[in-house]
């Protein structure tokens, strides 16, 4: 069954689904002029390797103390000072560098996310590898083959490295060993996005969504299943219409938690039960995520929408950057701050949804992954490998 799997990249479904629903007008927003509340700047940027190239990727920095942490897909890992972006230390993964890191190199290290946490740093491959790493010196504390590629970043928490491989299993390792723990296996769809929903640990429990509209609770330390509900059920007439992908990481709200869909809705979730606190018809594959006292969403179609945590209410919605796939955003003070695939970084305004900023970093360089804020400063990755630093100044 896994070796006929199919992989649809997020970009282009949504763009063919956003052709299929409309015969005229354009495939996606153009920017128009705004006023601006806030001046924005790069503090400082530094490219690390060769990024991620044609390949989506979810490759994004990490911060802990006054180090950035970073890869690229060809197996560079690096340590930054927070403050100026110079190179603490340096580590490669898997293949050959090659001349220049250019010629004759060799496999790809298909690295494909990492995770700080405390002493270790641990990173993920497409080519069924986890590495854990000295967060200190960037030495190699321990590697482990899993069955499957490494979609998404290690979940790190009560001592064990969870992963959601990109053949459905979910597989615990020991943190301080690498030695598998438990191993559990989800039914794959035929096709399906690529990407996997980044398992979040809370409450002695592993969430995650699955590939055919499930969310998923299990035992963390025995990995079997406590209970399953579906947010989406495959409808239509085409199998792009009939997706129903969970993607995006959980967001959990003390005892319940928020997870949407792919041609599905918004569900919030009781953690312990699996009872069905609200739902709303927002369908996303993008991760929700905590703006004070609401939620901020990216919907399959790169609106961003303002929800009422407390019953899925949208409070407002702004469809200005339709069709740019906007990442995850960040929050910032009043503002919420999302990447494009064009390069562009949007501010909007957290209370009334109007576009408050906006910062070209590389032109028409995507951005795929959500940036990290760590003392009001806003890290960002492109798919070139260049990390950036900006700030923002309220005017």
Known sequence: MIGFKRWLGVIAAASFLAACSSVE????????????????????RTRVGSGTGEHYSRLAPQVQDNLIFAADRHGLVVALNKDNGQRVWQQRLGGRAGILNRWFRGEPARLSGITVAGSMLFVGSENGKVYALDSETGEVQWEQRVPGEVLSAPSVGE?????HLGSGYIVALSARTGEQQWLHEEEVALLSLRGVSRPVIASGGVIFGSATGKAVVLLSQTGQIAWEERLATPSGSTELERLVDVDGAPL?????????????????LDLRSGEVVW???HGAWRSPVLAANRIALVNQDSHMLSIDRNNGLERWRNSDLFNRSLTEPAVIGQYLISGDRFGYLHWFNRTSGTLAGRLELNDDVALQSAPIVVDDILYVQDAKGYIYAVSQRVK
């Open 159 to 163: 001592g064990r490295v969870v992963l």
């Open 279 to 281: 739902k709303q018809n």
């Open 252 to 268: 959990v709200l003390g005892t319940t938690f928020v997870m949407s869909a792919f041609n599905g809705e918004l569900v919030a």
């Open 25 to 44: 007008g354009p495939s996606y927003a153009e920017l128009n002029t705004i006023t601006a509340e806030v001046d924005t700047s790069v503090v400082w």
